[in-house]
């Protein structure tokens, strides 16, 4: 990237407070710019009030978000009106992914995913293959 560059903007989708604070540090060392959301009914809501000022380039969507999980919330954001939210990648982070299977990420519209404990050397390189 170069300094003139704006930074690519990630939102990450997670109630766990360690876990917000971890990835937040090893993507803003990257020069990602981090927006959070503590639970599923705050996901559209803060992709929609970026739209206009610096719309977001990705999320990273625990699926057992509260109030929303995550699952859900992928579909809401694949059936979204404007293709700058429909169409952005989605990468799934779950401590539970045997509890879900492909088919239900690949119906939901999840991008790929990531099981916890999560490895940070492999969420950069999935944030970087899907979020540029």
């Known amino acids: ?13 997670e109630d766990s407070g360690v876990i917000q604070a971890i990835t937040r540090k090893i993507l803003e060392q990257q020069k990602y710019r981090i927006l ?5 009914g705050e996901v559209l809501r ?5 739209l206009e000022s610096q719309p977001v380039n990705g999320v990273l969507m625990d699926i057992n978000i509260p109030i929303r999980n995550g699952l859900d919330c992928t579909r809401d954001i694949r059936a979204h009106a404007d ?5 952005l990648p989605v990468i799934a982070i779950t401590g539970n992914a045997n509890n879900y299977s492909m088919e239900q990420f690949q119906e939901a519209g999840i991008t790929d995913y990531l099981p916890k404990p999560l490895d940070f050397d ?8 899907h979020m540029g």
């Open 122 to 129: 492999a969420l950069v390189r999935m944030v970087r293959q």
């Open 36 to 40: 959070i959301a503590k639970n599923g």
């Open 83 to 87: 293709p700058r939210i429909r169409e």
């Open 1 to 13: 990237m170069t300094p003139s560059a704006t930074p690519k903007t990630i939102l990450i989708a």
């Open 46 to 50: 803060q992709l929609e009030a970026q």
